[in-house]
């Protein structure tokens, strides 16, 4: 039979506002972080990367925030337009784990015209 | 470049059946990584390649499935026998992004992946 699929929580925002996405990661030893993008139909699309050692990247139109304190990571873009609707995943490089990623299970971000 | 490319892009099997999926990486990537994605899991990684050899299948599921890489520019993802709780969507992906913190490569580059539906 068919399986029951989790429910992605989903953001909704207008064309020309700032969206943020939101991340809490679980390895305190993780050191580096990633953001992709995932359009429908499409396999995931790096978007940007920050290490430990920085709280802030910048990107074009887009923004990557850590907290290690809190172990919290965002992502913000500037000006949402609607390419940018997408599944947005989080990822962290688990150095204790011969630093394979671990993917979250992403954000839905849908953006009105 | 054309990119990762993958094929079958849609398969639709019965169970028992076995099931090949292909990829073609980048041309000149030295890794390349097979993902499996369900709405349940999330993505997963079931294997990696460094320069044709597999360095980790430890997320390879089950003796049911295995990967080959027999050239740089191809490898293969077979299921034998299928079971309907290996439908989901498989990706190949590739890189030769260096890693300042060791390990494999976190920059990657996704094909469009493979739909399985085993009934």
């Known amino acids: 039979g068919e399986s029951v699929g989790l429910h992605l929580p989903t953001l909704s925002v207008q064309e020309g506002d700032n969206s943020i996405i939101n991340c809490a990661y679980s390895?305190?030893?993780?050191?580096?972080f990633i953001w992709y993008k995932q359009e429908s139909g499409k396999g995931p699309q790096f978007i940007i990367d920050i290490r430990s050692n920085m709280d802030k990247r910048q990107g074009q139109r887009v923004t990557v925030l850590l907290n290690k304190t809190v172990k919290h990571l965002s992502l913000q873009i500037a000006a949402t337009q609607p390419g940018d609707s997408a599944v947005y995943f989080c990822?962290?490089?688990?150095?204790?784990?011969?630093?394979?990623?671990?993917w979250g299970l992403g954000t839905s971000l849908a953006v009105n015209p | 470049d054309a990119g990762v490319i993958q094929s079958p892009r849609h398969e639709v099997t019965e169970m028992g059946q076995e099931v090949t999926l292909r990829c073609k990486p980048i041309?000149?990537?030295?890794?390349l990584f097979w993902y499996r994605q369900t709405m349940m899991r999330g993505l997963e990684l079931l294997i990696y390649f460094n320069n044709n050899v597999p360095i980790d299948d430890s997320g390879m599921p089950e003796d049911r499935f295995s990967a080959k890489m027999p050239n740089a520019s191809f490898s293969t993802l077979k299921i034998q026998p299928s079971e309907p709780r290996d439908s989901a969507v498989y990706f190949c992906?590739?890189?030769?992004?260096?890693?300042?913190?060791?390990?494999?490569?976190?920059?990657?580059?996704f094909g469009a992946g493979s739909r399985l539906t085993v009934l």
């Open positions: 390895n305190s030893a993780s050191d580096y």
């Open positions: 992906a590739s890189s030769f992004a260096w890693n300042l913190a060791g390990g494999p490569p976190t920059v990657l580059t």
């Open positions: 990822a962290e490089n688990d150095a204790g784990n011969n630093r394979k990623l671990i």
């Open positions: 041309s000149g990537h030295d890794y």
